[in-house]
């Protein structure tokens, strides 16, 4: 409710045009204006008003009009106009008055009655005078004094025509000065309406009403009224008009007395679009006095609040205060509008139901001729839909789309609030950090919508799981995060954790499927695991992690060892970046021997890392990280350029020999595989013969519809393909006859523990009958080689071929 806020458009914009209307009818000087209530008495009063009655603003109000200006004789005759007013609530027409002032003078006024409605009811008739007692005194003169009459005429200070059959014939000095004339020259001749608009501002002709009201004042002697008048340089002016009939030298002539009443009708115009703004504003509009009494309201503040006149004039402000701000608040906005006479924002009110509701409210002081306040106005608007919107607006910024949780922005900002708690009660919080178990094969599966149901369902039993004083929260994704507040110990933390596990496992039916799911949790405790928000949340992460690392379906409570583990996966990261920078990479050769001859055939390339600090590292310390990190596609590529030129240098060196290179599954499933292999080739000048690319039995599942068109594109390159590791994993023989596989290699876990010789043999077998070359991996025993080549095995790997190159003295070639 700060008074900074913006205001509402609406309020300022009515605000300004009723202040600036309302100052002008109290600094119009020329116009005295007052307005009286059914009982007579003065309610409003400007400074001409009080001037001209000789009395001080204040004192006029409350008094009976009659103590201001008594009309004498003619008293009851201007009571029955005002109760006419009243009654008809129309215009009464001006006239002029004899009276005499609450000082004692003898004034004339011409005078005219405004009713003022509100609420579809009368609310006030104001009462506008004009001092016109030099006027009377000049005509009373000049009536006196016939044979003076052409002094009378050229001194008079109202403007003055004669006109003759219909003609101007002559016109006084104030004439020409009122209407712009150089001389009386452009008067003579013309009538007088032609100084009139086309039309008048009612609608009606000029020409037909001018000679309406000629001949009324003909009949009748004399003929008042107000007219629109166009001076010589083109600019409308309201005057008013007293045509009189006189004879001169036994001809009939009319004297016209013309005064400009400009103010007058601007006050009027001020007055009416006052009230139409007051009474027709949407926002609800409030007028106080000086001492900050209500004296009236418009329609909208009765149907926003539900007050009517009654309920609220003459009643001080300050009671219908909502309650919800103290008395310190309201003397700052007071002290504010007494030092710049305004002061918006927001704040509470209440209807006369009794319900609160917010509001924007502007006050603006009003000031006097002589710069004191004489009136407050408030303009009051209901702001409810705006909060509401506000609020809207707010919980969708806050608030995750698909489950309703609370997002990050706002787990943040719970987090900070029960970490401030906790240290001020020294207690202990705990972090959750969970993330489901295989989500995004459901995704891939059954569809997005499946999955977004499956995380709504999981979202609505992760807070039956927790107390109302906890937050769960959405990341993104499948990830949730929970704040357990003020929890008694550690054991608080794995009962929830538990209860989670369990509830997340149980069984889901969506769309006629029935998913099952788990969920992989983290925990971190404050103030053990971290002093503030990222250390919490990183190490519940952390901890996430290693509940995946470790089969999924568990908890983990965060400890310093996950912490060194997790930076040390970092540290290799950053490392593999460098090493593919700076060269660090080597390869290492496996030979693969023929078992019918035992010549050296072949030779699988095996990464090394030389790293700077750790020395040489096997591919099982690093390979993780690097698919992880997203790097085996340039690794994978390095591996094959240099695999080739390697080839390429056997060859030259007189030793023809394949050489094998492993591809990761991120590099089978790139487009551009067949390309970079080509390329390869075409870098080294290597013949595709001498490459050979093995594949695991999963790539090959996993590599998707194109699968069958990237081996036909790697078969007309003309390389060979191996399938790496048959046995193990779950391919079909009747997939198998499909993919253009040139070897199938028998796991090394065949030959473990005894060998497992019928599947060996019938491995032997199915080769055989797909015309594939067979080759064991991991031959470690004179046993295994004999068993292998007495089944018809064609090569074999592993220490039994490392020995058999050392003795035969080809170990360098390897090296």
């Known amino acids: ?140 003169a000049l009536a006196a004094a016939g044979v003076n009459f052409r002094q009378l005429f050229q001194k008079s200070a109202d403007a003055i025509l004669l006109v003759r059959h219909g003609l101007i014939e002559d016109a006084n000095p104030a004439a020409l000065h009122l209407f712009k004339c150089a001389d009386a020259g452009r008067f003579v001749g013309r009538r007088l309406a032609d100084f009139s608009p086309l039309q008048q501002p009612g609608g009606v002709l000029s020409v037909p009403a001018g000679r309406r009201l000629e001949e009324q004042a003909h009949q009748l002697g004399n003929c008042r009224y107000d007219w629109r008048y166009l001076d010589c340089s083109g600019n409308l002016f309201w005057a008013e008009v007293l045509m009189t009939s006189v004879t001169l030298n036994h001809e009939h002539l009319f004297y016209v007395v013309v005064r400009d009443i400009s103010a007058r009708k601007n006050a009027e115009r001020t007055l009416y679009l006052a009230a139409q703004v007051f009474e027709n504003s949407r926002d609800a509009i409030l007028l106080a006095d000086s001492s900050r009494h209500v004296i009236s309201i418009n329609r909208a503040y009765s149907e926003i609040t539900g007050y009517g006149s009654d309920d609220m004039l003459g009643k001080p402000l300050s009671v219908y205060r909502s309650g919800i701000e103290d008395e310190s608040f309201f003397r700052e906005v007071w002290d504010q509008i007494e030092a ?72 943040l900002d719970r987090l900070s609030l029960a970490l401030s708690a906790a240290r001020r009660k020294g207690s202990m919080l705990a972090i959750l950090f969970l993330d489901l178990d295989r989500f995004k094969q459901v995704n891939d599966t059954l569809g997005h919508q499946v999955g977004d149901q499956l995380l709504k369902e999981v979202a609505a039993r992760l807070l039956r799981c927790v107390r109302k004083v906890d937050t769960v929260s959405r990341q993104g994704g499948d990830e949730f995060v929970i704040i357990l507040a003020d929890i008694g110990g550690i054991d608080h933390a794995a009962h929830v954790a538990a209860t989670i596990r369990q509830a997340v496992g149980q069984p889901y039916v969506i769309a006629d499927h029935e998913l099952h799911v788990s969920t992989s949790i983290g925990v971190s405790i404050f103030p053990s695991d971290g002093d503030d928000i990222d250390t919490l949340v990183k190490n519940a992460d952390i901890a996430m992690y290693h509940a995946k690392q470790g089969g999924r379906n568990n908890f983990q409570f965060f400890s310093a060892e996950m912490n060194e583990r997790i930076v040390e996966r970092a540290s290799f990261e950053q490392g593999l970046r460098r090493a593919l920078a700076e060269g660090q990479f080597e390869l290492a050769f496996e030979p693969e021997l023929d078992i019918a001859t035992g010549a050296l055939v072949a030779a699988e390339a095996l990464i090394r890392w030389r790293h700077p600090e750790l020395g040489l590292l096997l591919p099982e310390r690093f390979i993780g990280v690097a698919e992880e990190a997203g790097l085996m596609v340039p690794i994978g590529d390095w591996v094959l350029r240099e695999a080739c030129r390697q080839a390429r240098r056997w060859r030259d060196a007189g030793h023809p020999m394949a050489v094998a290179v492993n591809l990761s599954l991120a590099q089978f499933v790139q487009r551009d595989l067949v390309d970079n292999v ?42 060979r393909l191996s399938l790496d590791d048959f046995g193990t994993g779950w391919s079909r023989l009747g997939q198998l006859k499909d993919y253009p596989i040139d070897k199938l290699k028998i796991a090394q876990a065949f030959l473990l523990g005894g060998s497992d010789e019928t ?56 090296h």
């Open 340 to 411: 710049t006479d305004h002061w918006q924002g927001e704040i509470w009110s209440r209807r006369k139901s009794g319900e609160l509701f917010p509001a924007w409210l502007a006050l603006t002081a009003i000031r006097d001729s002589n710069d004191a306040i004489s009136n407050y106005m408030a303009i009051l608007s209901d702001i409810t839909e705006r909060k509401r919107s506000e609020e809207h607006t707010r919980h969708l910024a806050e608030h995750d789309f698909l489950t309703d949780l609370p997002n990050r922005v706002l787990l």
């Open 759 to 814: 599947a060996i043999r019938t491995i032997i077998a199915v080769a055989r009958s797909m015309r594939m070359t067979v080759i064991a991996e991991g031959v470690e025993t004179a046993g295994q080689l004999a068993f292998l080549r007495g089944e018809g095995c064609d090569m074999y790997q592993g220490r039994q071929a490392e020995a058999a190159v050392r003795d035969g003295g080809l170990d360098r070639l390897l």
């Open 1 to 140: 409710m700060a008074s900074q806020d913006l205001p509402i458009p609406s309020a300022s914009a009515a605000l300004a045009l009723v202040a600036r209307l309302v100052a002008a009818l109290e600094h119009t000087a020329l116009v005295a204006v007052c307005g009286i209530d059914r009982a007579g008495k003065v309610r409003f009063c400007n400074n001409a008003c009080a001037g001209l009655a000789g009395v001080a603003p204040e004192a006029a109000i409350g008094q009976p009009l009659h103590h201001l200006f008594s009309r004498g004789d003619r008293q009851a005759e201007h009571d029955a106009l005002v109760e006419e007013a009243w009654r008809s609530g129309k215009h009464v027409p001006a006239g002029d008055w004899h009276v005499r002032t609450a000082d004692g003078r003898e004034l004339w006024l011409y005078s005219t009655l405004v009713p003022v409605w509100h609420e579809g009811e009368l609310a006030q008739v104001f009462c506008m005078d004009v001092d016109v007692t030099s006027r009377r005194h000049a005509e009373e």
């Open 678 to 719: 080509r390329a390869a080739l075409a870098e080294s000048d290597l013949e595709p013969r001498w490459l050979e690319l093995e594949l695991t039995e999963a790539i090959i599942m996993k590599g998707g519809g194109a699968t069958a068109a990237t081996l036909d594109g790697l078969r007309a390159l003309g390389v």
